[in-house]
């Protein structure tokens, strides 16, 4: 999306009543001004393509510098919540410890059923495979990510999707995830942790131009 009145053609969609989940930000188009470094144009899209025109190859470097800072920051916070088994020093015993991540649909999700049958095709972009159990209330399944061989477990209700992955996971497979039931399934979804959705939010400064 380009243009003057881009600002204001988000905040219309975004703001009617339902229909917020049905866009996505695909590109945003960053103008950025220095008085010392000069001025470049910046434009990145959801895959992480990133094209610049302008006078400033420093601002340039600074952009793709925040980005990876931002993944990295959004990654490892996964890695934070992912559940394993700490031992004890002294007895030999251990404790449970992490967190599942759990996913807010900005409206129910219409059919259970046929996301999951989606999610656990193999298919891009997903690449999930499980043997899942959904209905109209409740689905569950032990899955695995083809592109990384790690196992998670997901959980979903109409309202929200539940995510558990384990030691030694990825953080991008939730990365990815959420990325794509941005795109495909609800772009108004949020994370229930705070930390979370906050890297997950797109900053006012870059507001799509």
């Given at each position: ?112 059923e046929t ?37 998670l477990r ?56």
């Amino acid at each position: 999306m380009c243009g003057h009145h881009a600002d204001e053609f988000l905040e219309t969609v975004t703001g009617a009543d339902g229909h917020g989940h049905a866009f996505s930000i695909d590109r945003i188009t960053i103008p950025i001004a220095d008085d010392d470094f000069g001025f470049v144009n910046h434009a990145v899209n959801r895959r992480a393509h990133f094209v610049a025109r302008g006078d400033s190859f420093a601002l340039h470097q600074q952009v793709i510098a925040d980005v990876i800072a931002r993944y990295r920051a959004f990654v490892e916070a996964v890695e934070a919540r992912t559940t394993r088994f700490v031992a004890l020093a002294d007895d030999g015993g251990g404790t449970l410890q992490g967190t599942p991540i759990e996913i807010s649909f900005s409206r129910p999700l219409p059919s259970i059923e046929t996301l999951f049958e989606e999610l656990f095709s193999s298919r891009e972009p997903f690449r999930l495979w499980g043997l899942y159990q959904a209905d109209e209330r409740y689905g569950e399944c032990d899955a695995v990510d083809l592109h990384v061989g790690a196992s998670l477990r997901i959980e979903a209700q109409s309202e929200f999707l539940r995510v558990q992955v384990y030691d030694g996971a990825c953080g991008n497979t939730v990365a990815r995830l959420v990325s794509n039931l941005q795109h495909r399934v609800d772009g108004a979804l949020s994370l229930v942790d705070p930390e979370l959705d906050a890297l997950l939010t797109l900053d006012p400064a870059l507001q799509p131009a």
